[in-house]
């Protein structure tokens, strides 16, 4: 979901999307086992709760709409749609498409490595998940290389807002950063918290599982670009 801009000058990132992969399971041909398949974690799979936008000013609260567009836990790969509603300056709802990667060991660590992020912002905002604390001192010898987390009932995760679906980049929101997410396997809720240094720090991001299946707000619903 796109945030308050703070500095004028934020700009967005661009980026082509490709047709989503299939969702895979099980052994590649490498060996290495993928994370378990969660049914809550699927392509279709609708989730909605909100986003708290907090400033020097106020705080806010916009309501925020998730879909899972593709799914491929071989190489640690999703994407989907984020709708946010009742945006201050926005006159209709504002839809961006995100990719995602899957913390897990193996196509990614808990270490970031780009968008504007250290080690120590990555650690700083990993360590809001209560779930993430066993791994902490593993995580700073290498990331969490080593550690098993095939079972473990949470997936960590980032996810990167690529483009504005039905608004311009004028619209008076950034998708500059990213965001640090924790989900659940056990109930399908999703919590997460926004980074990026020209915005309001630790905007949390806080998601529910719906039973809308694939009914709904779906790629086709908006002009993809």
Same mark, same amino acid.
């Given at each position: 979901?796109? *945030?308050?801009?703070?500095?004028? &000058?934020?700009?967005?990132?661009?980026?082509?999307?490709?047709?989503?992969?299939?969702? !895979? &399971?099980?052994? +590649?041909?490498?060996? $290495?086992?993928?994370?378990?398949?969660?049914?809550?974690?699927? *392509?279709?799979?609708?989730?909605?709760?909100?986003?708290? *936008?907090?400033?020097?000013?106020?705080?806010?609260? #916009?309501?925020?709409?998730?879909?899972?567009?593709?799914?491929?836990?071989? $190489?640690?790969? @999703?994407?989907?749609?984020?709708?946010?509603?009742?945006?201050?300056?926005?006159?209709?709802?504002?839809?961006?498409?995100?990719?995602?990667?899957? =913390?897990?060991?193996?196509?990614?660590?808990?270490?970031?490595?780009?968008?504007?992020?250290?080690?120590?912002?990555?650690?700083? $905002? #990993?360590?809001?998940?209560?779930?993430?604390?066993?791994?902490?001192?593993? *995580?700073? =010898? /290498?990331?969490?290389?080593?550690?098993?987390?095939?079972?473990?009932?949470?997936?960590?995760?980032?996810?990167?807002?690529?483009?504005? =679906? +039905?608004?311009?980049?004028?619209?008076? @929101?950034?998708?500059?950063?990213?965001?640090? =997410?924790?989900?659940?396997?056990?109930?399908? &809720?999703? +919590?997460?918290?926004?980074? /990026?240094?020209?915005?309001?720090?630790?905007?949390?991001?806080? !998601?529910?599982?719906?039973?809308?299946?694939?009914?709904?707000?779906?790629?086709?619903?908006?002009?993809?670009?």
């Amino acid at each position: 979901m796109p *945030v308050r801009v703070e500095e004028t &000058s934020s700009s967005s990132s661009t980026s082509s999307s490709s047709s989503a992969p299939s969702q !895979l &399971s099980g052994e +590649n041909s490498s060996g $290495h086992t993928s994370p378990p398949v969660c049914t809550l974690l699927t *392509v279709g799979q609708a989730f909605s709760g909100t986003q708290n *936008v907090s400033s020097l000013q106020k705080d806010e609260a #916009w309501r925020v709409n998730v879909r899972i567009q593709g799914c491929d836990l071989d $190489h640690g790969y @999703l994407c989907g749609t984020m709708e946010a509603l009742n945006v201050p300056m926005a006159d209709t709802p504002v839809v961006t498409f995100w990719e995602g990667e899957i =913390v897990d060991g193996k196509n990614y660590t808990f270490f970031t490595g780009k968008w504007e992020a250290s080690s120590e912002d990555d650690t700083r $905002h #990993w360590t809001q998940f209560p779930s993430f604390q066993p791994f902490l001192e593993q *995580v700073k =010898v /290498d990331g969490g290389k080593s550690l098993d987390l095939i079972n473990y009932p949470y997936i960590f995760m980032r996810w990167k807002e690529q483009y504005f =679906v +039905n608004v311009g980049t004028d619209c008076g @929101l950034t998708i500059a950063g990213f965001y640090y =997410v924790c989900f659940s396997c056990t109930d399908g &809720s999703i +919590n997460g918290f926004y980074y /990026d240094p020209n915005s309001s720090p630790f905007q949390k991001l806080e !998601l529910k599982s719906t039973n809308e299946g694939r009914s709904g707000f779906s790629f086709s619903s908006y002009e993809l670009q």
